[in-house]
């Protein structure tokens, strides 16, 4: 055959195949075919062992190690920093976030961007949506509820930039004054997991995988890195532990943080009796045990027992999952099948849950919409305690004045690393602590405004209590007092029962001075209220998020009115 001839048979098959439907190989096939892993008709499992397949130790070992954000990093010797330097991943971690993970681009594994918490993204540098505190969403009762508000802030963490969502808080309130209460479900193991399950689904519905925490028994702020929750195996499992196994049951989160504290004096993060025998053997989970910020006390105790990513370094003393795995991979006191098991869990979880498959683009947030989902939220969370005479709902009245808690500004959310920054700044400045926990925000969801806007042919108006007089005269003058007080409570420390400052001496002076008083309780957990029996009306509010006060849409009810809606239930 001539060159020519051969030249025109070449271009004709060439035509002949771009222009057949039959033998056109998509560019996904192709894919697929060069990395069989990305193939979604295969199980996550069988995904996720072909990945492991390619994988180095090295890059294992780099699943298996995470970094906190910020200025920390800059501190460290880079030397100790396992597979990259402190330069590359100050660059790739997103400011002010929980942490970081590198990804494996030859592998297509992503890089992990972590946010905390359940009431939304916390990111000093970017103001987000607040859902109601869970043990709020936890009063509805409701799971679609939570689902909804999981959907929302999963949304959000995926605009933001984030792909793991350190939510699903469900310790079970052992101790009334745990300055986290606010962050979990309730005393009751079903309800608990019922409603943070839902949470689960709806932020692992958008593809980032979302986080079941602490386990287990981390019960209290006060000496949590230190102390031991003495507990029966069975009493274990038929409290703290079935909240676990059946929100796992019924939301597979892809993570499960283990706790500060220790279980029967073995820490929770190197406890093998719950990680391994009880989480992965007695439940099957498939996902990955990471550790808390700080949780880790040991490498090989605590890789052998079931931890599958150190977390949040520098927090911990020691890079115990960096070069001290390496070296107990060497010796042999790891063995290479733990380390495959850990990386394999990791993978099985971004596989699972969608991460790999859909990787994350930053984006503009309808903060409109969400801000209505957390409305609804806070409509179906209020609990009415008391209500004599039927002087709820509100009727008629012509006079109503407001007293305390800033009112006029926002409503109270809880501190830690469940504190969302608000959308249109935090309402109430300059108030302590200002570091860490702190601070204290107030969405700035004003109730006065609200009911302003909802009854406008009342005379309403507002004090701020300080003045226990000046609230009794006003009182005197008002066919309806509402005082709200409130409780600050975050993470790291315990609060009193007992509410701060003058609170209860202005509720009595007020109900002294007016018998319609109503109360509006703003706290992360129970309190004290010696003044009961001396007000009409009492309603929970828990800490009850973006538009916890108002609503900018017509003939909906802000926080005061939802106080008659509760009346009418």
């Known amino acids: 055959m001539s060159l020519q001839r051969l030249r025109t048979a070449l271009l004709l098959s060439a035509s002949l195949l771009a222009a ?15 990395a069989p892993w990305m193939d979604k008709t295969l199980s996550s499992d069988q995904r996720a062992a072909l990945l492991l397949a390619q994988m180095t130790t090295e890059e294992k070992r780099l699943l298996v190690f995470g970094y906190a954000s910020g200025d920390q990093l800059t501190q460290i010797d880079p030397s100790v920093i396992p597979g990259l330097n402190t330069r590359e991943v100050v660059a790739n971690v997103i400011p002010g976030s929980a942490g970081y993970i590198p990804g494996i681009p030859r592998l297509g594994i992503p890089a992990q961007f972590q946010t905390d918490a359940s009431m939304g993204v916390r990111n000093h540098l970017m103001p987000r949506t607040s859902l109601p505190s869970s043990l709020a969403t936890a009063a509805s009762w409701d799971p679609q509820v939570t689902e909804g508000g999981g959907r929302m802030i999963g949304t959000e963490a995926r605009l933001s930039g984030f792909n793991i969502m350190l939510a699903g808080g469900i310790n079970l309130l052992r101790e009334p ?18 409603m943070g399950a839902g949470l689960i689904r709806g932020v692992q519905s958008v593809h980032v995988v979302s986080t079941v925490k602490h386990f287990s028994i981390n019960a209290q702020e006060t000496g949590r890195t230190t102390l ?25 989160p892809g993570s499960v943080m283990c706790s500060y504290n220790k279980i029967n004096d073995v820490y929770a993060c190197e406890n093998e009796a719950l990680l391994t025998d009880t989480l992965k053997r007695d439940w099957g989970y498939k996902g990955y045990v990471m550790s808390d910020w700080g949780a880790v006390h040991s490498t090989v105790q605590a890789a052998n027992a079931g931890l599958d990513q150190q977390s949040g370094f520098p927090f911990d003393k020691q890079a115990f999952f960096g070069e001290s795995l390496k070296a107990a991979l060497s010796d042999g006191s790891v063995p290479a099948r733990r380390l495959d098991d850990m990386a394999r869990r990791i993978l099985w979880a971004l596989i699972d849950k969608g991460v790999m498959d859909n990787p994350v683009v930053k984006g503009e947030i309808d903060f409109e919409a969400h801000h209505r989902i957390a409305q609804t939220a806070a409509e179906e969370s209020l609990v009415l305690l008391k209500n004599d005479k039927a002087l709820l709902p509100l009727s008629g009245q012509k006079r109503i004045l407001l007293v305390g808690s800033y009112a006029d500004k926002g409503v109270l959310a809880g501190g830690g690393s469940s504190s969302v920054s608000p959308v249109g700044g935090n309402a109430v400045t300059g108030l302590e602590p200002k570091g860490w926990p702190g601070p ?24 701020s209590g300080d003045d226990l007089s000046a609230a009794a005269r006003a009182a005197r003058s008002a066919d309806v007092v509402i005082v709200f007080v409130h409780q600050w409570a975050g993470e790291g420390f315990d609060v009193s029962l007992d509410l701060n400052g003058q609170q209860d001496e202005l509720v009595r002076a007020v109900a002294s001075a007016n018998p319609n008083t109503v109360v509006v309780v703003e706290s992360g957990g129970p309190v004290f209220m010696p003044w009961k029996d001396e007000v ?12 916890g006060g108002e609503d900018h849409r017509p003939r909906l009810p802000g926080l005061i009115i939802l106080l008659s809606r509760c009346a009418r239930r």
């Not at 033998?23 to 096939?29: D, G, H, K, R, W």
């Not at 745990?178 to 997991?193: K, Q, S, V």
């Not at 204290?440 to 004090?463: E, R």
Request: no cysteine.
């Open 177 to 194: 004054r745990n300055g986290r209460n606010f962050e979990y479900t309730g005393e009751d193991p079903l309800l608990a997991a019922e």
């Open 20 to 34: 057949s439907p039959l033998m056109v190989v998509p560019q996904t096939a192709h894919a697929e075919a060069v």
């Open 536 to 547: 009409r009306a009492i309603l929970s509010a828990f800490y009850p998020g973006a538009r």
């Open 228 to 252: 031991s929750a003495q507990i029966s195996e069975p009493a274990l499992r038929m409290s703290d532990n079935l909240a676990f196994e059946l929100a796992i049951e019924r939301a597979s």
């Open 440 to 463: 204290v925000v107030w969405q700035p969801s004003s109730p006065l405004k609200a009911l302003q806007a909802q009854l406008p042919k009342a005379q309403i108006s507002y004090l």
